[in-house]
């Protein structure tokens, strides 16, 4: 490819959008290992390249839905240090006041509708809000993200079917990291992913998801097709979860073998993939990337900081925000 300013600013881009993910769950992790943070949480390192890929093909307007392992939904839709780390920590500063968490953060002003806890929960809500598109005249997309284990989910089969049939503006991006829980996808999925979404009439594409460019790429057409009215699509991104379901599962030998996780690691890495590319290419050198991992360590510590020392809400908040009068 061409080399020109415009590329290679936006691939530095990805290249700090993807670190930034690594750099919260590393923090994410050192809090629940160190009983700061409470409940626990479902780290997305390794997959950044699949929420960086495709956040950077959308607009602010555009929305989108997110999982239970979401902070990198959230960060690459534009989430900041401070209020991500005040809501996993139950911080009034919290995107959701600190009553949320890990697991319900919400971003409306990214256009970031929220984690879902309920594996293939927030399929509804992402038709929902496609068909609101749809209905006011706007041309915004979303994106819905689910995981593997979600195409088990009888509610994904009934919103497909409407959005082919109103030929709604949205993306059905799911990531597939080859587990749920502790259960490979072959166990949990009959068939082909691919062919779901097809017996709808829906194009459905499969791609690398630890390489940044390609999702991107891929996620730039498709959305700018879904903008003309040309939806629905369906993405299976091929990826991998570094660590266990959730922070506490730690021995995994029972259902994945650590030559398997050495491997995506060592061989698979998003981040380490783009940072080779970008060297190959002289856009970056080995020191610059560095200092990139460096400057974004040290926000994220202050943020950390600045959460370990935020307030918790008000005791007179408690059912605020939890139920509407009506
Ligand atoms: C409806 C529902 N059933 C079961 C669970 C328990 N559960 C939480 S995460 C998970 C696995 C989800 O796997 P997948 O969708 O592939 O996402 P991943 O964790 O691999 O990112 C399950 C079964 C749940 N939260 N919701």
Redesign the pocket.
């Known amino acids: 490819m061409k080399k020109n300013k415009h590329n290679t600013e936006f691939y530095l881009r990805l290249y700090k959008q993807m670190t930034k993910i690594r750099v919260f769950e590393d923090n994410a992790n050192q809090l629940y290992l160190d009983a700061k943070m409470p409940g626990l949480t479902?780290m997305y390192s390794g997959e950044e390249a699949v929420a960086v890929g495709i956040c950077e093909a959308l607009r602010i307007s555009d929305k989108i839905t997110s999982?239970?392992?979401g902070h990198g939904h959230c960060m690459a839709k534009g989430a900041n240090f401070n209020q991500m780390f005040c809501e996993l920590l139950g911080k009034v500063e919290g995107y959701c006041r600190g009553k949320g968490g890990s697991m319900h953060i919400a971003d409306q002003a990214n256009g970031n509708l929220g984690a879902n806890?309920?594996?293939?929960?927030s399929m509804g809500i992402a038709t929902g809000s496609a068909l609101r598109a749809k209905l006011q005249k706007s041309d915004d997309v979303t994106v819905c993200f689910?995981?593997?284990?979600?195409t088990a989910?009888g509610l994904m089969y009934e919103v497909m079917n409407m959005a082919a049939l109103w030929q709604l503006p949205i993306i059905y991006a799911c990531?597939n990291?080859g587990?749920?829980?502790y259960t490979t996808?072959e166990e949990i999925a009959a068939g082909s992913i691919l062919e779901r979404a097809r017996a709808f009439g829906i194009e459905a594409f499969n791609v690398d998801g630890q390489d940044v460019i390609a999702v991107n790429k891929l996620a730039s057409d498709l959305v700018e097709k879904a903008r003309k009215g040309k939806g629905p699509f369906f993405i299976e991104l091929m990826t991998y979860?570094y660590h266990g379901?959730h922070v506490g599962d730690i021995n995994r030998t029972y259902y994945r073998s650590k030559k398997e996780e050495l491997d995506w690691k060592n061989n698979r890495d998003p981040i380490q993939i783009l940072g080779s590319f970008l060297e190959s290419e002289g856009i970056a050198s080995d020191a610059e990337l560095m200092e990139i991992h460096s400057t974004i360590s040290r926000e994220a510590k202050d943020a950390v900081d600045y959460a370990l020392n935020a307030a918790y809400p008000d005791t007179s908040e408690v059912d605020l925000h939890v139920f509407q009068e009506v």
């Not at 806890?117 to 929960?121: N, P, Q």
């Not at 689910?146 to 979600?150: K, V, Y």
């Open positions: 479902h999982t239970h392992r806890a309920i594996v293939g929960g689910f995981g593997d284990g979600a989910q990531e990291n587990y749920s829980e996808t979860r379901h």
